[in-house]
Every structure is written in C-alpha cells, then in structure tokens.
C-alpha cells in the first residue's frame, strides 16, 4: 500500500499538520523538526499526493507552455530555456501545440485550463479578442511574440522589424543593390515584422531599387524551393536575406547544386541564429535572436506574475520589446573569407540592433557594388 501522510506523522511523532507544513516549506516548523520530518519522508519512500497538495495550495506547480509547433531548432531552443528555467525553480512544464490552427489554439487552451498555475502562449492568433474568449481572467499569462493591438495580458516579443532593417542595412553598406528576400508563412506576426523591415531597408537606403520577394514558410524545404528558383534567375541579386535560418540553410543547399559560390557568386544571410547556422559552410550570417534566453526570461516573469496572484503591477499591460543582434559571418563575404573560424567571427563582429535602427542616418550607403 501506499505510503500516506498519516504515516509519516505517526513515525515522526508528530501531528499531520507539522509535516504537512515541513514538507511544504513553511516557516513555523523548527528546523530540527523539518530535518526530521524530511528523513521519515525519505526513508518511507513517501510521495505527496499532488492533487490533495493543490486543492490546499491552490498551485499545480505546472506551469503550460503553447507552442505553434514544436519542429526544428527554434522551438527546441526555446523549449530548453523554458525548461532550464522550470527546473531551477521546481516547476513542472506542460507543453501543447497549436500547428497555427485556430482551433487548435482553443482547444489546446482548454486542455490547460485548472491543470496549469500560468501560460506561456506564443500563437498568430492571440490577438485581443482571441484571448479575452478563450483565457480566463484569473489565469497569469503572457505573450512570447508581437501583438496586434492591446491585450490585457504582458508580452515579450522580439523587435524582428529592427533586425531585419539592420540586417538589410548591413548588406546594402556591403554594395550589394539587387537584395532578395525569402518571405515567412503569411499571417505569422514575426514573418510579417520581418518583411516589412527590408522593405522599409530597401525603401529608405536603396530608393528606385524594387523589391524581389520570394515565398517560403520558414521551413529548410521551401528554403531548398526559393533558392533554386533564385538560382535560375538571370542575373542573380547580389545578396540574398531569409527570414529565418532554417529557409537560409535549405536556400545554401539549393545554391550549391546550382554551382554557385556563397558569398562569391551570392551573399547569404538569415534570422535566429539556431544553433547549426555557425556550422554551415560558409558559417551563416545572422540575426541574432537569444532564443533559450527569451525562453527562460520568459518562464521567470510568468512565475513572478504567479507568486503575486496576478497582481505584478511592473507586468501587465505591458509589451516588452527586446533587442536583436547582427551576427555577421562569412557567409555575407565579411573580409572575403570563408574559412575564419565562425566562434573568432562571432565574437569580432557581433553588433547590437538597435530598437530604433530602422530610423537611423541613411547615408553613406554604396550605389554600387
């Protein structure tokens, strides 16, 4: 039989209370007393009973996690730095997927419903009204990515237009004038931001110059499709931006059973910077986004956001919008090599965007190649 609460008081010799209150971490039970009632749940093998914990706490100790998918190396990053997160803090983590369907959204919300103490929701479709019907008020939450119009909930959300400025920007001081861009899924808000911030890029710093636009859904496949398309274009753009690195590292592919030369014949650049873009050959050029980091920044916030019953006056209604990097490697041609190491690189010439680059001085930006 299983060993219960009443047990380990009877062998402590203490009442049900002390030990509910030792094993709790509570304040009024004296340290012996916790030491001891700690070694007679050990010995017994004793396990609290998790649901009858959280009818007294009220907390499940979990807190869920949703997700519009959970393939490639974005998501696992940033799954590891919500779960690193949660491990330091005792937490436990409950993950779902939306796969970008609205209706999966919901349901998935649903499931979590009285399971979970807090949510963290990143999903094309919480915008206001999506999340005043599904969320319960009650319910801490926040947003890990840009918001369409006000919410009542906090979100972090990256500045993925800046990047893609900057990263534009970066190519075009470079001398490259003709910049393709491979576009992220239509509806997805980062995808959107991205596009638009190489359009404004493009705009602003290489004016008369049209934009070239390519699709893709951020996935190494369509990236593989955009730069064989791109391949065959007579003549090439000189250089040629991602949305994210996972369609850069497809495109790479594409480009080198073309027979071209990144950057020789095409500088290549993309967004993320996941783990394997420092690995490719060429290593990648990059936007940098710390995506463990976001992850678990996240995670603390929410849980801060949970301890004060929702009450964290500094959290709520607020979206904070946080910095990307340019990573620039050789890919994009950065001294002509393509053989420097890419950690020397990264470390060399790692350059903070700023949150208002897409405003900056436009001058002195080559007309030329």
Do not use: W
């Not at 004793?46 to 649901?51: D, F, R, T």
């Amino acid at each position: 039989m299983a060993i219960t609460i009443k047990d380990v008081a009877r062998e402590a010799e203490v009442s049900v209370a002390t030990v509910s209150r030792a094993l709790n971490g509570r304040d009024n039970v004296a340290p012996e007393v916790r030491s001891h009632v700690q070694e007679v749940a050990a010995r017994l093998r004793y396990v609290p009973h998790s649901a009858a914990r959280s009818l007294i706490t009220r907390r499940t100790q979990t807190i869920g996690a949703l997700l519009p998918d959970m393939h490639g190396e974005f998501f696992s990053e940033l799954i590891r730095g919500i779960d690193r997160a949660a491990r330091a803090q005792s937490y436990h983590l409950l993950l779902s997927s939306s796969h970008g369907d609205a209706g999966e959204t919901a349901m998935a919300l649903q499931a979590m419903l009285g399971r979970v103490d807090g949510l963290l929701i990143m999903s094309p479709h919480a915008d206001p009204g999506f999340v005043e019907e599904y969320l319960p008020a009650t319910l801490p939450a926040i947003l890990l990515n840009p918001v369409h119009g006000h919410t009542r909930l906090p979100a972090l959300a990256v500045d993925n237009r800046a990047g893609a400025y900057a990263m534009t920007r970066h190519l075009a001081h470079c001398g490259h004038r003709q910049i393709a861009f491979i576009a992220g899924p239509k509806g997805n808000l980062d995808a959107e931001e991205r596009l638009q911030g190489y359009l404004d890029a493009l705009r602003e710093l290489l004016p008369g110059v049209e934009p070239q636009v390519v699709s893709g859904d951020f996935s190494e496949e369509s990236g593989y499709r955009a730069g064989s398309q791109i391949a065959r274009q007579k003549p090439l753009p000189q250089a040629l931006f991602a949305a994210n690195d996972s369609m850069a590292i497809g495109c790479l592919f594409a480009l080198g059973e073309a027979g071209l030369r990144v950057p020789d014949d095409i500088a290549l650049a993309g967004y993320d910077d996941i783990p394997s873009a420092r690995f490719t050959q060429p290593p990648l050029t990059t936007v940098r986004v710390r995506i463990a980091d976001l992850g678990g920044r996240a995670f603390d916030q929410l849980v801060a956001l949970v301890a004060s019953d929702g009450q964290a006056k500094t959290q709520l209604h607020s979206v904070q919008m946080l910095a990307p990097e340019l990573v620039l490697r050789a890919s994009c041609g950065m001294n002509g090599s393509t053989a420097a190491s890419p950690t020397t690189l990264e470390e060399k010439k790692r350059t903070q965007v700023e949150p208002d680059a897409r405003r900056r001085s436009t001058s002195a930006i080559p007309k030329n190649r």
